[in-house]
């Protein structure tokens, strides 16, 4: 059904995705019109070092902008695009260098 849910979530899912674009169009249609939608996925710019080729199941990076854009093109208003530091002692470690 479409517009059934108020709010979807998906972590580390996208960036796996021959075709990510069918993940967000799917979610904007099933949210309800002030749904909100959470999509988190590793940053190309952070981990440009290697953890997105180490595995070899991630095929789609993303970074701020081509995420913010990606969802626009789905269909989503009001999108806002941050970093989040899942493990911030590594990012401190990683940044210090």
Known sequence: EDEIFNFSFSKSVIEHL?????M???????LKTDGISIVMTPSWIHNNWGPFYIDFTHVTPFTK??????MIMAGFKDVVVSHFYQ???LIIHFLSK
């Open 24 to 30: 967000l169009k799917e979610n904007y249609r099933i």
């Open 18 to 22: 021959h075709n990510p674009m069918q």
């Open 87 to 89: 493990l911030p002692f």
């Open 65 to 70: 902008p081509s995420l913010r854009d990606a």
